[in-house]
């Protein structure tokens, strides 16, 4: 098939939906289907988004997501996000009357309200609500997100799962006392070791982690905006390393003792089976994401005594963590991300793309006789100087 995907989160982020897109993408390609990708990266002005600088959103996008659309000619359509992109192509399929589908990542309403309190979630849920309520359907994480936002008035809604490279995370990474892919990253740190890693905001609860009353040593992997106000707040026992990528992010993940998931508002958490496939067992809340991954394989704890579910971690083998991981493979996430599609049959398709096309090139039109006129008058006015 022919897949158009349209995202306001694409690379250079680094994060969750940005991985799970990219190798969703690969996969498909690799299947032998032909992905185009519409991001904010592919030439719009764009803007930082407000508490989140280093995200950009594309305004002012319509007219060329409408124009790489209609020339693409795609047999299915997926939005991936509910950003200015999303928007437009959401308004035009509605408009060229093209079945589309969405994903639900996060909790949007959940986000907006942790940095504007006097945004109510009732009000970001009417948002999101009508935005993935008019696809074909709408693939969300696990089946406790299912139940969750069916509970909220979300239609067509479909389990679709998260992947992990195993081959970039595995227990042989593990430091050891031969160890041929170099010494412990946490060396001359204090055991046990627990790791949380990803964006530093306030969404992601990791004041939550920090406050906990653990021993050893408490690590934090990445970087975003709340990142300067706790490195003030948290000192003893913490240590913030910053971003990491590859194969170093991989070592800081199979290095640690324990991985703390401290986020109440992830829909699936995608690092979760990063630190597993390690080998690193996972200590979380019982809430949408780690209940979905965790109970019952041995490979983590979750528990709303968050501390409890840490020193708890310390007691499971290893083994039990990687093995577990190895139920989550991105070419059955691909495999299943094609299954749930909307593709057309292929005479409609070429009926409506036809029309698309040439009432696309009638409404250009008169530009385009501007412009030659233009060029006639300069090469005339250029003969009388």
């Not at 094609?338 to 696309?360: D, F, G, M, S």
Request: hydrophobic fraction near 45%.
């Amino acid at each position: 098939m022919k897949i158009l995907l349209v995202t306001d989160a694409w690379k250079p982020q680094m994060n969750g939906v940005v991985r799970t897109l990219s190798k969703t993408a690969q996969e498909c390609e690799r299947a032998g289907h032909i992905v185009e990708i519409i991001s904010p990266s592919d030439g719009f002005w764009t803007l930082p988004l407000p508490s989140y600088p280093e995200i950009r959103i594309a305004l002012f996008a319509k007219r060329e997501v409408e124009r790489r659309l209609v020339l693409f000619g795609p047999d299915a359509v997926h939005i991936a996000t509910e950003g200015p992109l999303g928007w437009a192509a959401r308004a035009l399929c509605l408009k060229w009357g093209m079945p589309f589908t969405t994903s639900y990542h996060t909790k949007f309403p959940e986000y907006v309200n942790a940095r504007f309190r006097f945004i109510p979630l009732v009000l970001g849920y009417k948002f999101v609500r009508s935005f993935h309520n008019a696809s074909g359907r709408i693939m969300v994480t696990t089946a406790s997100m299912v139940e969750f936002l069916n509970a909220k008035g979300f239609h067509n809604l479909a389990p679709w799962a998260r992947g992990v490279d195993l081959k970039q995370f595995s227990p042989k990474l593990r430091f050891s006392k031969s160890d041929k892919f170099g010494a412990d990253v946490y060396a001359g740190l204090k055991r046990p070791i627990f790791v949380n890693v990803g964006r530093v905001a306030v969404e992601k609860n990791i004041e939550g982690f920090l406050k906990l009353d653990l021993p050893g040593s408490k690590i934090v992997v990445g970087d975003g905006p709340g990142l300067a106000s706790l490195k003030k707040k948290f000192t003893k026992d913490t240590h913030f390393v910053g971003a990491k990528f590859d194969a170093e992010l991989a070592r800081y993940y199979a290095d640690a003792d324990v991985f703390v998931f401290p986020s109440k508002t992830d829909t699936f958490g995608l690092v979760i089976i990063e630190a597993m496939a390690t080998g690193t067992p996972v200590a979380g809340y019982p809430v949408s994401g780690p209940i979905d991954i965790i109970p019952g394989s041995g490979a983590g704890v979750v528990d709303e005594d968050l501390r409890a579910a840490c020193l708890a971690c310390l007691e499971l083998e290893r083994k039990a963590a990687s093995k577990h991981a190895q139920n989550y493979a991105w070419k059955q996430v691909a495999a299943d991300f094609v299954a749930y599609l909307e593709p057309e049959t292929e005479p409609q398709r070429r009926k409506r793309w036809r029309r698309a096309r040439r009432l696309i090139k009638l409404a250009g039109a008169p530009w385009r006789i501007f412009k030659k006129i233009m060029r006639r008058l300069g090469r005339f006015l250029k003969g009388l100087f």
